[in-house]
DNA sequence: AGCACGCCGACT
DNA sequence: GTCGGCGTGCTC
């Protein structure tokens, strides 16, 4: 017998490994691994979902006959999972703390997740006595299970009723993923044979003499679709079906790929000459692609230097070897533009994945990388799973990138997957930054990666001028926070002179809140331990976590003074205040609440593009990728915010914002001016970033990170508690804590348990453990106990989520 | 996850 | 005496 071991769709941490099956005779040649099938699990017997990941001839030792189950169907007819991709998952979910299950889910589109439902059997309706049953089956024999929609009271009734056998529970697991398909035509016969058949037709068959007409008139055309012919000339399905009768016309059908961009290719965008630096940078690549044997290249170019036009010619190369490649971006940068300029220079061969797609349109991208159809994959982290075939070349642009981690389970790191298929296919693999995370430009030093510098702009015009505006010592206007004399001037210059301005209020670590002046009471969530944050549109306060609204206060509700007014800076009041001093200006915003709707980032980004406002003002998301070349200007509002966070990465994470953003200054042939307000401008983030001195910056702060040992001289993994009842988080966070002291090794370092950076949320408490290690040979091990106690905490109802590498600590 | 088994409290 | 509460344990 030929047993099947799968990956049941249950995830927990007992049932987190395959389990064997039966596969009957008629589907022996049908199940091989990867293969998505249908397996019963558990008392009930109940159809689960599960993936194949091998399969074995039994060897009769080790299951009796009567233990093993057999599949029961199949839901794919070709694996999903190729052997590759199998093993990525398992390697994966053991990296991250997560379950296979998760993990396969997380590689493939939603579609392939399994819809279950659940439907009642009246076995025997004469023996029902009960007449709520008959009511519920009304004649039929066999109705939908909903849970919701049975009352309670008849859900023991039923239970009876189906340990008597009268009733039987039928499980259903329900295939997403359908293709679509369409019907095409071709002429079948020549154009003189059409032309006779039409003299032949009597003279009130006009429909026909216009089929053949057209036929005629078309006998060498390659395959159409049916539907397009119906509807640019007016034939009706059944006209179609009676020339195809008369062997006029052969149809067949074909998968469509819902393309998510119709976009016309006319010809192949030729490919930009390169500059010295990018050469040497690319001709490095080249040869690895060639060598064929894994390399990771960190390629270290300011901003403006031309790292995509390296991208493009190393995945061209990748190409011509007959290999496929990956590029990852950030979402927010992964704009139709971008694909453009993908799609320009590789045409049909691209597919693009990004979270707009519907998941109809994801799934007939994936199909076309699966197939070989597209070698070139474009997309945000997820891509990172795409099914091709002979990977030579991965690209990760702007690495450092948080969005490259998941922040809620299956934790992946994309650089992480990138790093592990990169050794399975011996492919190269690219990190572009202008601002690389510590770890990789450590790695770079070590030299586990080879670094490649862009220090030149490619419009060889120089970096912006740059300098800070102390705001404790500058003039500002009105006796304002939030602007200062110079940045005003500034802006004033450029209205003069045409040219555009963009400002960054960086909203990291900053909200704004209410605050009474007199009694320093500030409006808090009531589910939560954050303030909320002041609407000036709704004229309410929201809780930006959890969502919930109160109208504003006038009078305070502590000490019931009327000096109860909004404290801090939003992008609206920014806005507001900046339209005052400027009232000539054309001002854009652009933050969350301008862009929560689809399509309206580039909607807002296109009107800026054509000049259509002088500035544009938002938070963060304004500084990645844009490239304007009228902007003259960038001012960054307040610089420092940032900087307070309590994490180790704030230094890096400000140093990172401020050096992109500035970057958006003078890229075309104006020079370009940067100004940076903060209230601490002696702080080395700042003063770096001004200079625009990754190197410099990376030196000070790996100097701080080994004094304060943390990543990348440390690893770290964060534990999680999370429960309504703080005692129950405590808890839980102090046993574990304490446990693990005398399991790690002696120069392992636990911290904590302490609340979170955020205590309560939801109405829940969230306490944590942090980890620290260098090397921990029982670490492993520990982890894996630790995960079989969670189980027990969380049957109590206290959420445990383990974190490796957790990007944010606080 | 979901289902059964099992051992204690408040009902006919 | 039974019905049903949810703690515990198992699922090829």
Known sequence: MLIANVIVDVPTLQTNRPWAYG?????????????????????????LQGFVVSVETDNFTEFSDKKLKLIQ?????????NPELIQLGQVMAKQNFAFQISMFQTMLPNFFRARYEKSLVLMEPSKVMDERVHQLFADRDEVAFNREEIPDELLSVLKRYQQQKIIKIHYHIKNQAKSKLVRQFKAQQTAENYLRLRSELKLSATKQARMLTYLSEHSNDEWRLVSALEKEFNFSSQDVKKAEEKGWLQTEYVE??????????????????????????????????????KRTFLLEGVTGSGKTEVYLH??????????????????????PQMVQRVKGRFGAQVAVLHSGLSDGERYDEWRRINQGTARVVVGARSAIFAPVENLGLIIIDEEHENSYKQDDNPRYHAREVADWRADFHQATVVLGSATPSLESRARAQKGIYTLLHLQQRVKNNSLPRAEIIDMTESLKVNGDDLYSKKLIEAIKARLVRHEQTVLMLNRRGYANFMMCRDCGYVPMCPNCDLAMTVHADTHRLECHVCGATQSLPYVCPQCHSKRIRPFGTGTQKAEMQLQKLLPQAKILRMDNDTTRRKGSVEKLLTSFGRQEADILIGTQMIAKGLDFPNVTLVGVLNADTSLRLPDFRASERTFQLITQVAGRAGRADKAGEVLIQTFNPQHYAIQLAKDQDYERF???EMRLRHQWRYAPYYYSIQIKFVHADEMQAVQAAMQTAEWLKNHVADNTMIFGPAPSGVKRLKNKYHYQVLIRYQHDAQLEQAMTQLMDDAQKWQAKGVQISIDRDPLNIG
């Open 23 to 47: 596969i009957p005779k008629q589907l022996q040649d049908v199940v091989t691994p990867g293969m998505r099938v249908q397996a019963p699990f558990g008392n009930g017997s109940r159809l």
């Open 73 to 81: 169907g199949v839901l794919d007819l070709e694996p999903v999972l």
């Open 256 to 293: 469509a790929y819902r393309q998510p961009e119709t976009m016309n290719l006319s010809g192949y965008a030729q490919p930009l000459t390169l500059n010295f630096e990018q050469f040497e940078a690319y001709q490095t690549i080249q040869q690895a692609l060639i060598e064929q044997k």
């Open 314 to 335: 190393s995945i061209a190369q990748a190409l011509e070897l007959g290999k496929s490649a990956i590029m990852l971006v950030p979402e927010i940068t992964l704009t």
């Open 698 to 700: 990376y030196q000070q």
